[in-house]
């Protein structure tokens, strides 16, 4: 599998990027999953805490969306969090 994915990166850029993404759209959704459960939060519960509807944590969670910066940031400003990016 992982040739396969190195062999589709090489020829195909959309591919690449798009492959690039979920990875890290999956690093939030366990980031994000791991906070509420630290919290000891249903989905709902968290969702109300964060001002957000429900169906947008559980699409956070799934990694079904891209979660913008803003809203990384008010997750981490309700949750007394900091939020750090990290290029590594």
């Known amino acids: ?7 589709r ?7 690449a990027q798009a492959y690039d ?3 890290i759209d999956l690093e ?3 980031a994000v999953k791991q906070l509420r459960d630290s ?3 249903s989905q709902r519960a968290f969702a109300d805490l964060i001002g957000k509807p429900q169906s947008t944590i559980a699409r956070i969670e799934a990694g079904a969306v891209t979660a ?3 809203t990384l940031a008010e997750i981490a400003q309700k949750t007394h969090k900091q939020l750090r990016i ?3």
């Open 28 to 30: 939030i959704a366990v």
């Open 21 to 23: 993404q979920a990875e």
């Open 68 to 70: 913008s910066n803003k």
């Open 9 to 15: 990166q090489a020829v195909s850029p959309e591919f």
């Open 86 to 88: 990290q290029f590594i």
């Open 39 to 41: 919290l000891g939060l």
């Open 1 to 7: 599998m992982d040739d396969y994915i190195q062999e």
